[in-house]
């Protein structure tokens, strides 16, 4: 069984900075592309940030560009999402995704998922 858990969320003032972790097991995570979302409340699921399998390449939603950075390790099966200058609009539960194929910006794209992690930005 393939699976994904989030870590790493929590409480931080606007300003401030957080790293989410990713773990993986029952797969081959090294040839997956992995992707991060986030869902507000009331909101719909959106794109944050993808990697493909090697981590040389990344992408990242508009929003986000310039203050997160996604890397991965491939010995230790995890994903990271690096979040500086947070914000309150930030404030969302982040989930973490697999895709055996490629990259993708899509949650359709992707096969496995995380149960997410708690971010919350207060003003």
């Known amino acids: 069984q393939v699976q994904l858990v989030e870590s790493g969320g929590g409480l931080v003032q606007a300003g401030g900075s957080m790293r989410l972790s990713c773990t993986t097991s029952?797969?081959?995570?090294?040839?997956?592309?992995m992707g991060w979302f986030r869902q507000a409340p009331g909101k719909e699921r959106e794109f944050v940030a993808a990697i493909n399998w090697s981590g040389g390449i990344t992408y990242y939603a508009d929003s986000v560009k310039g203050r997160f950075t996604v890397s991965r390790d491939n010995v230790k099966n995890t994903v990271y999402l690096q979040m500086t200058s947070l914000k309150p609009e930030d404030t969302a539960i982040y989930y973490c995704a697999a895709d055996r194929y490629q990259m993708a910006v899509t949650t359709v794209a992707y096969d496995y998922w995380g149960q997410g992690t708690q971010v919350t930005v207060s003003s």
């Open positions: 029952g797969g081959t995570f090294s040839n997956y592309a």
